[in-house]
């Protein structure tokens, strides 16, 4: 097997300075990062019966690519020369949770999928030149930002694509129910009022997920791919309609989330599918109506319900992306049970992205509201977990908010020229 493990390469002598020491993460984990990605497309292709791997092992690509799109984020910080500890902390956890992918990947390879996979010998060019930069993929921020949409309602597409033949078969009518009971309850009746509510929750969805419940679920081979539907959309519900007006309860729901999601990496990707395609400021994503659009069309496209005709009012629709919003930070910062050893499915490094992508949007007025609830909500729910110190740039940045909150105004900054100067 081939050794590409970063533990010993990306750790700068005492004696090299911050930038070296990041221009050396940046450099030799990009290369890396991009072989590792390689390296698992070339053992899913050789495998016997690829529907078998799909959903067990591609989703691990997909984290990986994510993680590439982080270390372009602090490449372009470093050419800025925005140079801080801070930065080059986030580098090293970059590389490391490139490592926990690519352990669990084969992990996942070798533990669950051995009869239906070959073991030819692959070698793979790791020769710099030959890498595949993601600046030559997204040309630019908007560019990636797009294909975070685009690549969600494609696996939403694809995903409803899987549930056609369960949908059509006779038998699927006498399972929905028992199936709807197995994912709706557990979800429906959280209250987090201790671990031991959490845990049973937990074992009672991951059972079905295994195919282990009681439920009929092994009798059909779609339905599995069935109640993650199912899960998907009731987390979604619960974000609209009980974080909206209960922030509070989002962290449970969050923590019964990554534990499920730590051991089904698919079900990561569904639920960020339908994270993004019902809130597309989560990606985040400007979206302007199109000249074959009508108004209903192009609402729907931003997130926006239309019964009997009637678009929802805007004060509603920005309360419920909040839910939304909320629970999807809650995510972020949910800690994984305790002695767990796994990964996170979607750690800190995606609020950072996420922030760091708006501030680079030029909005139109329209979408002003829902990108500033965005960045409340983030900061709000994650800001304790990406908050390092409370003096230097931080706390400037408080003070100058705390200003505008009290003022209504930011201060002119001084030395700016009047307009009638010259």
Not at 12 to 30: F, G, T, Y
Not at 59 to 74: A, G, N, S, T, Y
Not at 305 to 328: A, C, F
Request: contains cysteine; aromatic residues 8%.
């Amino acid at each position: 097997m081939m050794d590409v493990s970063m533990q010993g390469i990306v750790k700068a002598p005492r004696s090299q300075n911050l930038k070296e020491k990041l221009k050396i993460i940046s450099i030799v984990s990009d290369s890396v990062i991009t072989c590792k990605i390689r390296f698992m497309l070339c053992n899913i292709e050789e495998c016997k019966n690829l529907s078998v791997v799909e959903e067990n092992l591609r989703p691990f690509i997909i984290e990986l690519k994510d993680l590439k799109i982080q270390l372009e984020i602090v490449e372009e910080m470093l050419a800025e020369k925005i140079i801080t500890p801070l930065l080059a902390a986030m580098s090293e956890i970059i590389v490391e949770r490139s490592d926990r992918v690519f352990n669990n990947f084969w992990q996942t390879k070798y533990n669950n999928l051995m009869q239906s996979i070959t073991h030819p010998i692959i070698e793979v060019d790791c020769r710099p030149e030959a890498v595949v930069t993601i600046g030559e993929v997204f040309l630019n921020e908007e560019q990636k930002t797009f294909d975070f949409f685009k690549s969600a309602k494609k696996f939403l597409e694809d995903h409803s694509e899987k549930l056609k033949g369960f949908l059509q078969s006779a038998e699927s009518k006498k399972l929905r129910l028992a199936f709807q009971k197995a994912i709706n309850l557990p979800i429906n009746t959280l209250t987090v009022g201790s671990g031991d509510e959490l845990m049973e929750k937990y074992k009672q969805l991951k059972l079905v997920f295994e195919k282990k419940a009681p439920t009929g679920i092994e009798s059909h081979p779609g339905g599995v791919d069935f109640c993650k539907n199912l899960f998907a959309k009731a987390v979604l519900q619960q974000g609209e309609k009980l974080v909206s007006n209960k922030p509070e309860m989002a962290f449970g729901l969050a923590a019964l989330i990554v534990a499920l999601c730590s051991d089904f990496p698919y079900l990561t990707e569904l639920l960020l599918a339908y994270f993004r395609t019902s809130c597309p400021y989560l990606c985040p994503i400007i979206l302007d109506q199109s000249d074959d659009q009508t108004e209903d069309e192009y609402k729907r496209t931003l997130g926006y319900k239309i019964i009997d005709e009637t678009v929802e009012k805007q004060g509603h629709y920005l309360n419920r992306m909040s839910g939304i919003i909320k629970l999807y930070a809650a995510i972020i910062v949910a800690k994984l049970r305790h002695n767990e050893n796994g990964y996170h499915p979607h750690g800190l490094e995606n609020a950072w992205r996420l922030l760091n992508a708006i501030l680079k949007c030029k909005p139109t007025p329209e979408h002003v509201d829902a990108l500033a609830t965005v960045i409340r909500d983030i900061l709000q729910v994650c800001g304790p977990a990406m908050e390092i110190g409370a003096e230097g740039p931080i706390g400037r940045l408080r003070i100058l908010l705390e200003t505008f909150s009290t003022d209504g105004s930011f201060p002119e900054p001084k030395g700016q020229l009047p307009n009638n100067f010259w």
